[in-house]
């Protein structure tokens, strides 16, 4: 993992395994990898991991089992909304793009829309 | 993180030859933190982790490691990188662990092996044959065989690759205890800068800066940006 330098790197680790779980590679009720062992994988202190993981717990995202370490929720609602805060931060990205081109909520449409029949066409996945 | 204080440095001063090394240094430091200790060559950060180790002697202030302040005792909590000159160049390298083995009661034998083996160090090979990155992966792998509760490491990181350099972080963390804290001085920060909690920068004789990582990143700015913000209108 590449980190940026202008956000606390727990932020960073945060937003990662957020985005591990919003996007299905941890699955409600999967154990997530111990303290230690994302240390040594994103390369990054034991403590910043710790500061990570304490504010997922904190958004219920995680859950602690004592002695065996840290949880996916299995609360399906709440993963679903983690899922859509994910989708409207993507969104919210390009629109403001999109605005900045100057085109219109209905111009943006009409591009997208154009966008998926040309890539449709070729063929494309 | 606990924050029981490890290291306490008050109104330290360190002359050499009636030359000022060090002035009014203060500091205070925490268990289970990882330190950056930054500045230029002949800034200083040598002299000032001899004076906590114990070497540097005839200094003014006082210098206080997990409750003593006695230099004797002080060097049973604390393991500082030796560059090994005190060894022959034909020694080979299992006879220099023979003696870290005999001088110090607290190196770790199992934990030597592991270290020694995820850095693949050879012990049948002479000192001399070393490279300089092989050389280094040993003093580190000594050094952190020790158990204490602070860890010295000067320069480890100096003209060596970047595979050296990787091997050396992840070892670091992968065999530092929970409460034991590292301080690690280095010139320029980068391959380190995502490991850190704290940087410490020793400019003008004195510390010119303790601060938290996390507290230079939220003003979004680089930690190398920042260390290098600090000698801007210099020379």
């Known amino acids: 993992m590449k980190f940026q330098d202008n956000m606390p790197i727990y932020q960073q680790i945060e937003k990662y395994l957020y985005r591990q779980i919003a996007l299905g590679y941890f699955k409600p009720g999967d154990k997530i990898p111990s303290v230690r062992q994302l240390a040594?994988?994103?390369?990054?202190?034991?403590?910043?991991?710790?500061?990570?993981?304490?504010?997922?717990?904190?958004?219920?995202?995680?859950?602690?089992?004592?002695?065996?370490?840290?949880?996916?929720?299995?609360?399906?609602?709440?993963l679903a909304q983690t899922r859509k805060e994910l989708i409207d931060d993507q969104i919210k990205q390009f629109t403001s793009n999109m605005l900045a081109l100057r085109l219109s909520p209905q111009q943006t449409l009409e591009a997208l829309r154009k966008y998926y029949e040309e890539k449709n066409e070729k063929g494309g996945d | 993180m606990t924050n029981k204080e490890l290291l306490k440095i008050e109104h330290l001063d360190y002359r050499k030859n009636r030359r000022v090394i060090l002035h009014e240094v203060n500091l205070s430091i925490?268990?289970?933190?990882?330190?950056?200790?930054?500045?230029?060559?002949?800034?200083?950060?040598?002299?000032?982790?001899?004076?906590?180790?114990?070497?540097?002697?005839?200094?003014?202030?006082?210098?206080?490691?997990?409750?003593?302040?006695?230099?004797?005792?002080?060097?049973?909590?604390?393991?500082?990188?030796?560059p090994l000159k005190g060894f022959l160049k034909s020694s080979q390298l299992n006879d220099i662990v023979v003696f870290y083995k005999k001088v110090y009661s607290d190196f770790d034998s199992e934990r030597f092996e592991e270290l020694k083996d995820f850095m693949s160090i050879?012990?049948?090979?002479?000192?001399?044959?070393?490279?300089?990155?092989?050389?280094?992966?040993?003093?580190?792998?000594?050094?952190?065989?020790?158990?204490?509760?602070?860890?010295?490491?000067?320069?480890?990181?100096?003209g060596i690759d970047a595979m050296t350099r990787k091997k050396i972080v992840n070892s670091i963390l992968r065999w530092k205890s929970d409460d034991s804290t590292i301080i690690i001085s280095d010139h320029f920060v980068t391959e380190?800068?995502?490991?850190?909690?704290?940087?410490?920068?020793?400019?003008?004789?004195?510390?010119?800066?303790?601060?938290?990582?996390?507290?230079?990143?939220?003003?979004?700015?680089?930690?190398?940006?920042?260390?290098?913000?600090?000698?801007?209108?210099?020379?």
């Open chain 2, 122 to 158: 050879d012990l049948s090979m002479k000192l001399s044959q070393l490279s300089k990155g092989m050389r280094e992966k040993l003093i580190v792998a000594l050094t952190f065989s020790r158990q204490c509760d602070l860890y010295l490491l000067d320069e480890p990181f100096n």
């Open chain 2, 30 to 82: 925490g268990t289970g933190h990882i330190i950056a200790l930054l500045g230029e060559n002949g800034a200083g950060k040598t002299t000032l982790m001899r004076i906590i180790s114990g070497v540097a002697k005839n200094y003014h202030g006082t210098v206080c490691l997990a409750g003593h302040e006695e230099e004797e005792k002080r060097k049973t909590h604390l393991a500082m990188t030796d």
């Open chain 1, 40 to 78: 040594v994988d994103l390369t990054v202190n034991i403590n910043t991991v710790q500061h990570a993981l304490m504010r997922l717990n904190e958004r219920k995202i995680l859950y602690v089992k004592r002695g065996q370490g840290n949880f996916v929720t299995e609360d399906t609602e709440l």
């Open chain 2, 192 to 235: 380190v800068a995502a490991i850190l909690d704290d940087v410490i920068i020793i400019k003008d004789r004195t510390v010119f800066t303790h601060v938290s990582a996390d507290e230079i990143l939220k003003k979004h700015q680089s930690i190398e940006s920042y260390y290098e913000s600090l000698y801007e209108g210099e020379e």
